[in-house]
């Protein structure tokens, strides 16, 4: 059953179209940060689950129990500009665009939908700072490189807030206005480009 969070900040959306960058058969991804309080209920059942992932993985895997480690939690502390913790939690949510399954490959996808629920099904600009609501399910995993862990699948998004790759804040300052515009077309002078010189050695 998949888990809905709160409301909270997004970075790096990936919900139309995968990314290929790090993987070959592409990934939809999003990084969504939190306030402490709107974190904690997710934190602790996602740690809940690291938990049942790294006893699943020293059950199957007795002769390394000892060696099997927990993986790094998909979630980290958020860290302002001079290094100070924030108290924001941001977690990292991710889907692969292709799985494989006993019948054959199969394509993935999120769902995405506006903040009244209706489905959004063309590509849309998502860029930093929008606002939205992540639906996820936890898959636990054990790789011996990675350790036991636990991975947060994107399966639909709500977006509350949209903003654009450029998106900036009302200052004070210098305002447009088309009474500024003094030129037209008559004061631009269209002259003729100088002819290179060349020689006639046929040389280049």
């Known amino acids: 059953m998949a888990i809905v969070t709160p409301k909270g900040t997004a970075m790096w959306a990936k919900l139309f179209t995968p990314d290929f960058k790090f993987s070959d058969v592409g990934e939809y991804s999003v990084a969504l940060t939190l306030g402490a309080d709107q974190a904690n209920d997710i934190v602790s059942k996602i740690d809940a689950q690291l938990n049942v992932s790294l006893e699943k993985a020293q059950k199957e895997n007795p002769t390394k129990k000892g060696s099997i480690k927990p ?16 108290g924001d939690i941001e977690f990292k949510f991710k889907q692969k665009a292709v799985v494989q399954t006993k019948n054959g490959p199969l394509k993935k996808k999120p769902a995405v939908v ?91």
């Open 71 to 86: 993986a790094n939690p998909p979630y980290k502390e958020v860290y302002d500009e001079q290094g100070n913790a924030t």
């Open 114 to 204: 506006d903040a009244k629920g209706k489905p959004i099904r063309e590509p849309i600009e998502v860029g930093n700072g929008s606002v939205m609501k992540v639906a996820f399910d936890m898959y636990p995993y054990y790789t011996a490189m990675a350790g036991a862990g636990v991975s947060l699948k994107l399966t639909a998004a709500q977006l509350i807030d949209v903003k654009g790759s450029f998106k900036f804040d009302v200052e004070d300052g210098y305002e447009f206005s088309e009474s500024d515009v003094k030129q037209n077309d008559e004061d631009f002078t269209n002259e003729e480009e100088t002819p290179r010189q060349t020689d006639d050695t046929g040389d280049f």
